[in-house]
């Protein structure tokens, strides 16, 4: 099954998308895979939250997983947080996410 899901790139265009939930994929990986950032401007680390590359604002009231340390602790250092940053590495696409609408964040470079 496909949840939809709408995704505003780095130049302000909205993109909504069919996103799989039999496929173990991140959100981040459905970025890349409709190619809506620059390659090599997102998930520089691999989904790792390493890096915060991949950061995104929510901009729907969909429910979300809690932020693990991992991700508070990439948050805590990178650019443009805002209280509703969270790193798409680190969102599963499930049927939850149904709905759900992001920014990407200005890339740091």
Not at 5 to 13: L, P, W
Not at 24 to 45: D, Q, T
Not at 82 to 102: A, F
């Amino acid at each position: 099954m496909d949840v939809k899901i709408t995704i505003v790139d780095r130049e302000g265009t909205s993109h909504l998308v069919d996103a799989p939930t039999d496929m173990a994929m991140n959100l981040m990986e459905v970025i890349r895979s409709y190619e809506l950032a620059p390659e090599g401007s997102i998930g520089i680390c691999g989904g790792m939250a390493m890096c915060a590359s991949c950061q995104c604002y929510i901009q729907s009231i969909t429910p979300l997983p809690e932020k693990g340390d991992e991700e508070e602790a990439m948050l805590a250092e990178a650019f443009y947080v805002e209280d509703n940053s969270r790193l798409s590495c680190q969102l599963p696409i499930t049927e939850d996410l149904e709905g759900l609408k992001v920014e990407l964040a200005p890339s740091e470079e």
